[in-house]
């Protein structure tokens, strides 16, 4: 059977990167198509501004409105089209960075990400993740290419509220225990193939680095520094799981987190915190060791991440829809049928309740 990894082609990470992101785009086009939401061009569009005004490449600045969905892809497309744009740059959270790599394949042109945060695992992907108008879950968009660059400025994501640090981690927590549900189900990746050594390698140091550097990047992230154990969790959250999840494989964890969005009361909630919860749910769908198990519910309480269904925003548990989390998480397609074992909504159910149960005993 076929083995793949799959990354982007660069990766560059440090402190005032996105000061140089002229020269970026000019290596790949003459027009560069940025959007970002209002709150990021405020925050950057000096920087970009900057960046641009010695150079002969021109650019246009475009604002994104919020939602990856088909409607607002389609919107952009045809701006970018409107103004000869030849490398679409996504400066900006998931959502902005899905959004500017969904349009650079519909138009089949480079795109460059630029994170503004390190909250999820997208800017490396080949994947964008389609949501409805209301917000909600609608599907996966598998795009043939990883983004051409991704420009990590460590200086702006320091700067963020600490809180979006945190739910990257949690983000990242999925990725070795999904990745190695994926491996010994024998089941194929999301890069098209079974997960290679060297995948496999990564997801895992990937949940080694969370436990050994995760509580001391949220020490400095709440004072807004930049210490080394921020550099690798950032590291962590962006490159290690993206290729971890992409080229090791998704299954419970996110499945459960796709069925958690459908509940009004956890829209409040960042991706990877809901993560963080379906992967526990998972370790206990699997019956994974206890000290595994406690070992993913220290980390999760030690750095700021929900256990438990009210930390989430379910404060009265309803069991009906409980069951409609569970169902949608084993919808056809889902990545939860990834796991080495039959998988019902049933035992969805079940392994909710008792995660949440498991987050009330170690509080």
Not at 33 to 55: C, K, N, P, Q, W
Not at 140 to 159: G, K
């Amino acid at each position: 059977m076929t083995r793949i990894i799959i990354s982007p082609s660069k990766y560059i990470q440090g402190p005032n990167e996105l000061e140089k992101i002229a020269s970026y785009t000019k290596k790949l086009g003459n027009h560069a198509f940025i959007i970002a939401d209002d709150f990021v061009m405020g925050l950057t569009g000096e920087t970009v501004t900057g960046s641009y005004r010695e150079t002969e490449s021109s650019y246009t600045f475009e604002r994104f409105n919020g939602e990856c969905s088909k409607q607002e892809i389609n919107r952009l497309k045809e701006i970018c089209e409107s103004v000869n744009g030849d490398i679409i740059v996504g400066i900006g959270g998931g959502k902005t960075i899905d959004t500017a790599k969904a349009i650079a394949h519909y138009i089949n042109k480079p795109v460059i990400i630029a994170p503004t945060i390190a909250s999820t695992d997208a800017p490396t992907s080949a994947l964008s993740v389609i949501y409805n108008e209301s917000g909600e879950f609608e599907e996966y968009l598998f795009l043939p290419l990883n983004p051409t660059y991704v420009i990590v400025d460590t200086s702006i994501i320091s700067a963020a509220p600490a809180r979006l640090l945190i739910a990257g981690m949690g983000d990242a927590l999925a990725t070795y225990f999904e990745a190695r549900a994926c491996k010994k189900a024998n089941k194929l990746a999301m890069a098209g193939g079974l997960a290679t050594e060297a995948a496999i390698t990564l997801a895992e140091l990937c949940y080694d680095t969370l436990i050994s550097e995760g509580l001391k990047a949220k020490l400095a992230a709440e004072n807004n520094v930049v210490t080394e154990a921020v550099e690798k969790i950032i590291e962590a959250n962006t490159y290690l799981s993206g290729i971890g999840f992409e080229s090791g494989g998704l299954a419970a964890a996110h499945a459960i987190h796709n069925g958690l969005t459908t509940l009004e009361e956890t829209h409040h909630m960042y991706h990877g915190e809901k993560v963080a919860f379906g992967t526990l749910t998972q370790l206990v769908l699997e019956n994974a060791p206890l000290e595994e198990i406690e070992d993913v519910i220290f980390f999760c309480q030690s750095v700021g991440l929900p256990t438990t269904l009210t930390e989430l925003g379910i404060i009265n548990i309803d069991e009906t829809k409980i069951q409609k989390v569970a169902e949608l998480a084993c919808a056809e397609g889902e990545t939860i049928h990834n796991m080495p074992f039959h998988v019902t909504s049933g035992k969805v159910y079940a392994a909710i309740l008792t995660a949440d149960k498991f987050g009330q005993l170690y509080k």
